[in-house]
């Protein structure tokens, strides 16, 4: 079945050290891949987006993801963690031949002085 | 207008009531979907459309959910006879095309069913 699934529901860094949020997908045809990030009471924000082309991709506020085809993921990372990217992440997808976003159940990042 | 906009921000309803919640996509977007967001998880497909028609009505929980888009621009999602699991926040998005194209959300309602 087709699914996406996002490993840890919590993360906690401190200002500054990398951070590292896991999306993996199951699908036989890798679908779209998209990043939003949600601050508290507001709707979802695109952070960044895989469609096709080169894999790694950049996005706003200093994320990238990586499509790994071999290990169906689209890892989030950022070098160094602000306070201000304390929020819910969520890794979404639309499969082949769908037009819907399914969405993974989220990711809470932390960020400690 | 520049972005999506959703009303109301919050609605508070008695179970049994009937509700209506609406959404305003970016200007010239043809795609628009309707997602639901309980606490604590992801936002749930409900429906989507493209232009007038609903193309995916496949995430309707059940008869109580309707919604339209008579003119292929404002979209309307009608809940009857509320329950108390209808609590949740109603996303809207829309979309220049479907597919790749990215989503833009509105900041969503917030449906209290008491």
């Known amino acids: 079945a087709q699914s996406v699934t996002q490993l840890g529901s919590h993360v906690s860094v401190s200002e500054g050290a990398l951070v590292l949020l896991r999306c993996n997908y199951s699908?036989?045809?890798?679908?779209?891949l998209f990043w939003y990030v949600q601050y508290p009471n507001q709707g979802l924000q695109l952070l960044l987006k895989?469609?096709?082309?080169?894999?790694l991709v950049k996005g706003i506020n200093g994320f990238e993801a990586e499509f790994k085809k071999s290990e169906t993921s689209f890892h989030l990372t950022k070098p160094s963690a602000h306070m201000s990217d304390a929020a819910e992440y969520f890794c979404?997808?639309?499969?082949?031949?769908?037009?819907?976003?399914?969405f993974g159940t989220g990711t809470r990042l932390q960020v400690f002085p | 207008g520049a972005g999506v906009s959703q009303t109301p921000s919050n609605k508070v309803t008695e179970k049994g009531k009937y509700v209506e919640l609406r959404c305003d996509p970016i200007?010239?977007?043809?795609?628009l979907y309707w997602y639901r967001q309980s606490l604590g998880q992801g936002p749930e497909f409900l429906i989507y459309?493209?232009?007038?028609?609903?193309?995916?009505d496949s995430g309707l929980p059940n008869d109580r959910f309707f919604a339209v888009r008579p003119e292929g621009s404002v979209s309307t999602l009608k809940i009857q006879r509320t329950e108390r699991g209808d609590s949740a926040v109603y996303l809207c998005?829309?979309?220049?095309?479907?597919?790749?194209?990215?989503?833009?959300f509105g900041s969503g309602t917030r449906l209290t069913v008491v």
């Open positions: 459309f493209q232009g007038t028609g609903a193309a995916d």
């Open positions: 979404a997808v639309i499969f082949y031949n769908t037009d819907k976003l399914i």
């Open positions: 699908s036989s045809v890798p679908p779209y």
């Open positions: 200007s010239g977007h043809t795609a």
């Open positions: 895989y469609t096709t082309g080169a894999t």
């Open positions: 998005a829309s979309s220049s095309s479907s597919g790749a194209a990215s989503h833009t």
